[in-house]
């Protein structure tokens, strides 16, 4: 089985199947790459997924980032 890849940018707000520990559920991107940068909305804290991990734990978007 195949997971497409999800076209996020910086800035966007998405949220992924499970809940931070925090409880929050929603995380903002803050870098992308081979990796994805995310940060807690809830608490703050900021970390790292694999791009497979993170296609694999999308859920949705919430707020998507500003076109330029």
Partial sequence: MTIPITPVSVG???RLKKPH???ANEW???RLG???GLRCLG???SVMLE???FD???RGFINRAAEE
């Fill in 12 to 14: 966007d707000t998405v």
């Fill in 21 to 23: 520990p925090c409880g």
């Fill in 28 to 30: 903002q991107v803050t």
């Fill in 34 to 36: 081979a990796d994805i």
């Fill in 43 to 45: 608490c703050g804290r």
């Fill in 51 to 53: 791009r497979y991990e």
């Fill in 56 to 58: 694999r734990r999308f």
